[in-house]
């Protein structure tokens, strides 16, 4: 279970977090332990890998104009790839790879890593990125997907499911496509079949669910 690995948690639902998660993999019989690898330098390899990416992706403009049909996210990777040297990408690659291996070191010890998919609730389809979490501002607009790409830095298997209850005003982001107890965060396919076919309770009802 992660122990925040310096990263900005939204509020907004109460019993929602690592704490919640935690609580009802010990009631299902797990062992679970505050731990974390060590993540260092891994915001610097996905940005820079990923302004290297976008701009090769659109190399065929350098040394032009970027086309304002490409938004200004696409024009800020192209601007920084293009300052990229080959050496820093080769610093890069050795920074991602000590960052594999102390992962690798991490996993032979625990069978899984629990740690938030997003450091924020489904926010407003008109908000193109959260600008700020929990008083912190998020310096680019794939700030506030860290939990994620850490994960995806170091190329670790890894499955999003729902395991903590929402306290959310469901009205506020596409309530309609959820069926009730599911808006109330009960268990996700994935993670309990067996347990929950044998709960035919509420979900506030439910000992699974219920926090």
């Not at 049909?69 to 601007?79: R, S």
């Not at 997907?145 to 298997?157: I, L, R």
């Not at 069926?179 to 929950?196: E, H």
Request: aromatic share 12%.
């Amino acid at each position: 279970m992660f122990q925040g690995y310096g990263l900005a948690l939204g509020s907004g639902s109460e019993g929602r977090g690592p704490g919640a998660a935690g609580k009802l993999l010990r009631a299902l019989g797990c062992r679970v332990e505050d731990s974390e690898p060590d993540f260092s330098d891994a915001t610097e390899c996905f940005v820079g890998w990923r302004h290297w990416s976008v701009e090769a992706q659109v190399r065929g403009y350098a040394g032009s104009p970027i086309p304002p049909c490409l938004n200004e996210y696409v024009h800020w990777h192209v601007e920084e790839g293009r300052k990229l040297t080959g050496p820093y990408l080769a610093r890069l690659d050795g920074k991602r790879t000590a960052l594999y291996e102390r992962m690798r070191a991490f996993m032979e010890k625990y069978e899984f890593f629990i740690l938030p998919v997003n450091q924020v609730l489904p926010f407003d389809v008109k908000t193109h990125y959260p600008t700020e979490i929990a008083g912190v501002k998020m310096e680019n607009y794939i700030a506030w997907m860290k939990s994620a790409y850490y994960v995806s830095t170091v190329g670790n298997p890894a499955i999003s499911v729902p395991c903590a209850p929402l306290r959310q005003r469901t009205s506020d982001w596409n309530a309609d496509c959820w069926p009730p107890q599911r808006r109330l965060g009960c268990l996700a396919d994935g993670l309990c079949l067996r347990a929950r076919d044998k709960c035919r309770k509420t979900p506030s009802q439910c000992p699974l669910t219920s926090f």
